[in-house]
């Protein structure tokens, strides 16, 4: 089946710097790429939705200067975390959708990211 | 979107059958009935979906009410391996590549040795 992958798997940076994250499609286009964040014990969280070529569709409440996206090619979508804090420390999962018609959509492995 | 709800937690025994509820009393006649799982520290992987017939494959089976209002998620016999959390979701018949998933609050499954 389709693979996503991310990288990197875990990242500890310092309060006050960026994050990015990367998320490919390994052998299958991706016109569009979503991003959810997940706090422990909680269910995943939509937090936009990255379009190749064109801006990203943010859901209510995420703040799109704070996390940045980028879909610059059709297998590569980068979430990046600006003046991360305490707080952004959390479970990053980028997603897409496969070629089949009804829609099964393949998840990356997540990016741990730990903010000190 | 139509809603699931499922149970907070279920548990059972190592080699048993497990049957995971979920129900969608208004799923839309446009909605796919699909299960993903998110096993611990990774990210969620699809199980299976369906639409009003039941179906197998090789990891579970899902078993759809007539009015599908409800379906219910079977793990023929449970491992440890299949300890995780379990997600009911309804998807528009409709696919488009830009069709995102909403998750709910799943059912973690443990399973006891």
């Known amino acids: 089946g389709a693979v996503v992958s991310q990288h990197p798997s875990w990242v500890i940076c310092k309060s006050g710097t960026s994050v990015k994250i990367e998320c490919r499609s390994l052998d299958f286009q991706a016109t569009t790429m979503f991003w959810y964040r997940q706090f422990p014990k909680q269910s995943l969280m939509l937090m936009a939705t990255s379009n190749e070529g064109s801006k990203a569709t943010y859901e209510q409440g995420v703040e799109k200067d704070k996390f940045l996206i980028n879909h610059a090619s059709l297998t590569l979508s980068t979430l990046t975390v600006t003046s991360a804090h305490p707080e952004d420390s959390s479970f990053y999962i980028c997603?897409?959708?496969?070629?089949?018609?009804?829609?099964?959509?393949?998840f990356g492995p997540g990016t741990r990211l730990t903010v000190t | 979107d139509a809603k699931t709800t499922q149970p907070n937690s279920m548990e059972s025994n190592e080699e048993e059958p497990v049957h995971l509820p979920c129900n969608h009393s208004?799923?839309?006649?446009?909605?796919?009935i699909h299960w993903y799982r998110q096993l611990p520290s990774q990210g969620p992987e699809y199980v299976i979906h369906g639409l009003t017939s039941n179906v197998n494959n090789r990891m579970a089976s899902l078993a759809i009410a007539e009015d599908r209002k409800s379906s219910t998620l079977i793990l023929h016999r449970a491992t440890l391996r299949d300890a995780a959390v379990y997600y009911c979701i309804l998807r528009l018949f409709l696919y488009s590549s830009a069709s995102k998933i909403i998750f709910g609050s799943g059912t973690r499954l443990s399973i006891r040795p």
């Open positions: 208004t799923i839309s006649g446009t909605d796919y």
């Open positions: 997603s897409a959708n496969g070629l089949s018609a009804t829609g099964e959509q393949y």
